[in-house]
Nanobody, 122 residues
Framework: VQLQAYGGGLVQAGGSLRLSCVAS????????MAWFRRAPGKGRERLAD????????WYADSVKGRFTIARDNAKNMVYLQMNSLEPEDTAVYFC????????????????WGQGTQVTVSS
């Protein structure tokens, strides 16, 4: 499966962005999906994931209550709605896929999309 994230950009603190991840080459209906980010000088951080059927989600404490992950398997799309953005959210954002029907949110991601840059100005 090939993944491509888009929707990043420059936004002021307190603003919102919605990232999208489109998949090709395979249906996403048997994949758990996640969003990660990598900020300058920092390691990769898992932000949110969603089970293959969309029934369950998980969020990192750093984004809980501000970000929402969603999916549309019919469109082979995954989204990340980001609200109340802060300068600390500036990073390159990636989507990733794990071929699994597990609901435990413990996944090994084998497929990664190219990132999209999000810059939040203060």
């Amino acid at each position: 499966v090939q993944l491509q994230a888009y929707g990043g950009g420059l936004v002021q603190a307190g603003g919102s962005l919605r990232l999208s991840c489109v998949a090709s080459g395979h249906t996403l209906s048997r994949y758990a999906m996640a969003w990660f980010r990598r900020a300058p000088g920092k390691g990769r951080e898992r932000l949110a994931d969603i089970t293959f059927n969309g029934a369950s989600t998980w969020y990192a404490d750093s984004v809980k209550g501000r970000f929402t992950i969603a999916r549309d398997n019919a469109k082979n799309m995954v989204y990340l709605q980001m609200n109340s953005l802060e300068p600390e959210d500036t990073a390159v954002y990636f989507c990733a896929a794990a071929w699994t029907l597990s609901m435990d949110h413990i996944y090994e991601y084998h497929y990664w999309g190219q990132g999209t840059q999000v810059t939040v100005s203060s």
